[in-house]
């Protein structure tokens, strides 16, 4: 493989990473103020921090994928947890459970605050809104979102970028007033890093979704090469967004909103122009996040039902399957979501990460320490 190859799949594989973390729901900026800027100056290292505890973990676990070729989330737990499979294998299957309840939830929420935002219909009907179209997508045009996904996320980005660059140099006298005032004013360290080790745990959620990605890898350096230009993407992206939000951390209508992010441009600059384009953003990511969710639910559960059933009778229930299942998903994500976005994200998400907590963070600690961060390579190797 030449270096240009091997670039590729670094960078290819830090975007994967990227996109993950960087969905509808973090454009609302609320998991920055929940999770960072809520917390004083603190807020300036705690972004960075959990960055670097993703590609850490991120890192060794696409490694030891690697090393032993388990390139599926449940061959690599079996492999990886070895004699206690059963129980953390097992347990992880109920992470990734709750992970695609809570996402769809927190997609309808971003959606549904969005449009109440910039329409100012009432909320329920707008989240209602939006689950009639995410559950339209799930039974007929869920192949379309699944190939525009990362089309997407590549024109989320590309509008945070419009939003938060012009948005901090305009608004650059009120951020560096408030840096001061958060520097002057006492701001314990402990909750700063509770929530910033919360952030890194429940982001730690999908890493056995990550192993699919260590089969295109031709040399194990690679793992460590996508996470070191992983970190400095996200980081990058991450520290932008955290010192935009800081624009308006003193704003008395911040309490009001559910989408910091459309405060932000309300109160800085080209606010007729990028409100309702970071509006129109926001819903096609939190849209396209639920349908894939949603659809790997009916995937899910249907090829369960189908597991002991001819090929005729499994193809003649499908469609109906299909829908009953999507729509269950979709009135409990819509149920779910009443409660409102910030407080789904605060303790929707706070919750996970303390179930990956013992599921993910203190096993891959444990699995470090005994093999002193190595890993057994595969026979040939």
Known sequence: MNRKEYLTISFGVAFVWFTTQFGGGFASGAQLLVYFVNFGIWTLITPILAQAMGAFFQWYGLRYAYRHKTYDYRSFTDSFFGKYKNIFSNLYEVVYICLICL????????????????????????????????????????????????????????????????????????????????????????????????????????????????????????????????????????????????????????????????????????????????????????????????????????????????????????????????????VLAFSIAQFGLIPLIAKGYGYLGYLTIVVIVIPFIVHMIVNRGKTVKTEGE
């Open 103 to 330: 996402a769809p939830s927190v997609a309808f929420a971003t959606g549904g605050s969005t449009l109440n935002e910039l329409a100012g219909i009432p909320y329920i009907i707008c989240t209602l809104i939006i689950g009639i179209a995410i559950f339209a997508l799930t039974i007929f045009g869920t192949e379309m979102v699944r190939k525009a996904a990362s089309t997407i996320s590549i024109i989320i980005i590309v509008g945070l970028l419009c939003v938060y660059i012009p948005n901090i140099f305009a608004q650059w006298g009120t951020i560096s007033e408030n840096i001061s005032v958060m520097a002057a004013t006492p701001a314990p360290l402990f909750p700063a890093l509770k929530q910033c080790f919360l952030y890194g745990a429940f982001q730690l959620a999908s890493i056995g979704l990550f192993m699919q990605h260590a089969k295109s890898f031709t040399d194990e350096s690679q793992a460590k090469k996508s996470m070191v230009f992983g970190f400095l993407i996200n980081a990058s992206v991450i520290f932008m967004c955290t010192i935009g939000m800081i624009a308006i951390i003193n704003n008395p209508q911040l309490h009001e909103v559910s989408v910091p992010t459309l405060l932000l441009v309300k109160t800085g600059v080209g606010s007729t122009f990028l409100t309702p384009v970071i509006s129109v953003l926001i819903i096609m990511g939190a849209i396209s996040t639920a349908v894939n969710m949603i659809a790997g639910v009916v995937a899910r559960y249907v090829h369960t039902l189908e597991k002991n059933e001819t090929k005729e009778v499994a193809n003649s229930k499908r469609k109906k399957r299909t829908i009953v299942i999507a729509l269950i998903a979709d």
